[in-house]
């Protein structure tokens, strides 16, 4: 790789752009080969509070989908599509965006250059990223790029000395017909992966192709083979060929985690529940709310299909909330509270404090909710988590911005944990002050928590915007980390501390190893 000397008219051109808050925020590089991956090790070192991280992304093979899976994880986003990614940056919470200067390399060494040009440009319009890019003149990926306010470094005559074609990639090996084969497919480059599955959209590879381009995301940023078996296991069909599943589970035998079921969109048998907007477990029963206001029941050991909740509930169902005697407690998507009574009859006590939190909601909307016995817990937009108990109320500001989940603990010393919109998930037992320390935390708003006292001590699952799911042993502060590749819309756990994951597409249940 020739090197770059800071003192360089391109290099200081750059850096210049780099410092300028009115320059434009998409700049095209030409010749200079280098000179992005120099930019990329210099400085800043780490992004403080205000400085911009530095994120780069080789462009070479890369089709549009895979540079767009490739950004979106750079930047704390989950996107199944280069559309999915701009919308996603659009409405995004995380900061990581607008703090970010994404780098790419050879765009001329791209898969498909023009359509990578426009996902590039479409990027730019967003004004939450700065964005440079290394391009020749005279292409059409030029020509789109330089049609709107852009800031060009021309660097063509700084490596004079270097050969002619240097910063050349080489082209990534076509996979062929080896892409039916689960081995291959977990051990190739990823990104050659990708590029093959998209070329030959004709050949289904057994169902490899659908299941990658489902998970595609997590199976490019995954660091070992038995990672990529697994999450291909969580996105395969029952129709697929037969053989890819114990092929992919020899696999993925090193992995921590071994897959338990599958539900995946147009299974049959059993059938897929349809897309998960809440999940809870009771007993013996998986409650998945899908995103209409339905909640239907499973079976959580297969899945099987048990019936439907019987609610009043009009629109969707936000967070499910299984109290032990058998009551489930619902919140619905204006933030109120309804109740589904169990088959035997509830004590007045719980009754009464079941509708004074009822009444506290219909003047003041909860965002979060949970239940063990005698408290409901709720968590609010400002911050605050409240838990109504029968001895009173405690209240605890726990989070900077909006309250996005909550799950509460039946154990010795019952306790609540809480995620926000700032990524932290916090553990709190009401009445005494909150630890300080977060549980966990990511550089993405938590989605989803669940949790529940098991034979090895109590567990919490948790799941983030960026498509990341942990499974915490809570008192060994210790971690299990999955990413199923599309976004986590929910989590729960069961008893025995099996992890089951709620997708648009998918149900997943996953049991630890060991």
């Known amino acids: 790789m020739p090197s770059v000397r800071a003192e360089r008219p ?29 930019l990329a090790g210099h400085g800043p070192r ?54 970010t200067v994404l780098l790419l390399p050879a765009l001329h060494a791209a898969a498909e250059p023009a359509a990578v040009a426009a996902l590039v440009a479409d990027l730019a319009r967003l004004g939450r990223v700065r964005v440079v890019v290394e391009v020749r003149p005279g292409t059409a990926a030029y020509a789109l790029l330089a049609e709107g306010r852009v800031t060009v470094v021309d660097a063509e005559d700084e490596d004079e000395d270097e050969d002619e074609d240097a910063g050349t990639p080489t082209p990534l090996p076509s996979l062929g017909s080896t892409l039916s084969d689960p081995a291959v497919v977990c051990t190739a480059d990823p990104v050659a992966v990708t590029t093959g599955y998209e070329s030959d959209p004709d050949d289904a ?4 192709r659908t299941a990658w381009l489902r998970a595609g995301q997590a199976l490019c940023a995954a660091r070992t083979p038995a990672d990529r078996a697994l999450v291909l296991l969580g996105a395969l069909g029952d129709g697929a060929d037969p053989r890819l599943r114990p092929a992919l589970e020899e696999l993925a035998a090193p992995a921590p985690w071994r897959v338990r079921w599958t539900r995946v969109v147009g299974d049959v048998a059993p059938p897929w529940p349809g897309p998960v907007g809440a999940l809870a477990v009771q007993g013996g029963t998986l409650l998945a ?17 048990l019936g439907r909740l019987d609610h009043p509930v009009t629109g969707r169902v936000t967070a499910l909330a299984p109290a032990p005697d058998g009551t489930v407690l619902l919140l619905d998507e204006r933030g109120r509270l309804h109740t589904v009574r169990g088959r035997e009859p509830r004590a007045p006590y719980l009754q009464r404090l079941t509708e004074a939190v009822s009444t506290t909601l219909s003047r003041h909307p909860g965002t979060a909710l949970a239940a063990i016995a005698g408290s409901v817990v709720v968590g609010d937009r400002l911050g605050s988590v409240h838990a109504f108990g029968l001895t009173g109320l ?22 609540v944990c809480s995620g926000g919109t700032d990524g932290a998930v916090r553990r709190w037992t009401p009445g005494k002050e909150a630890d300080p320390r977060p549980l966990a935390e ?7 928590l669940a949790a529940t006292e098991t034979p090895r001590g109590p567990v919490l699952a948790a799941a983030w915007g960026d498509g990341t799911v942990e499974l915490h042993d809570v008192d060994r502060r210790t971690r299990l980390v999955f990413r199923p590749g599309p976004p986590v819309r929910a989590v729960a756990v069961t008893d025995d501390g099996a992890l089951i994951v709620g997708l648009d597409e998918a149900l997943i249940r996953l049991e630890r190893v060991g």
């Open 10 to 38: 391109g290099a200081a051109a750059l850096l210049g752009w780099l410092t300028d808050p009115d320059a434009p925020r998409l700049c095209l590089v030409t010749g200079g080969p280098g000179l992005l991956d120099w």
């Open 46 to 99: 780490a992004a403080g509070r205000h400085r911009s991280a530095r994120a780069l992304v080789p462009l070479t093979g890369r089709t549009a989908l895979g540079t767009a899976w490739a950004v979106a994880d750079r930047l704390g986003v989950v996107a199944g599509s280069p559309g999915d990614l701009v919308r996603a940056l659009a409405t995004s919470d995380t900061a990581r965006a607008a703090r």
């Open 205 to 208: 590879h057994g169902g490899l």
């Open 289 to 305: 709310a899908d995103l209409g206001g339905t909640v239907r029941l499973l079976a959580a050991t297969d899945a099987r299909p």
């Open 394 to 415: 405690h209240q605890a500001a726990l989070h900077s911005g909006r309250v996005t989940a909550v799950a509460a603990v039946e154990s010795a010393t019952p306790f």
């Open 442 to 448: 990511r550089r993405a708003p938590v989605v989803s």
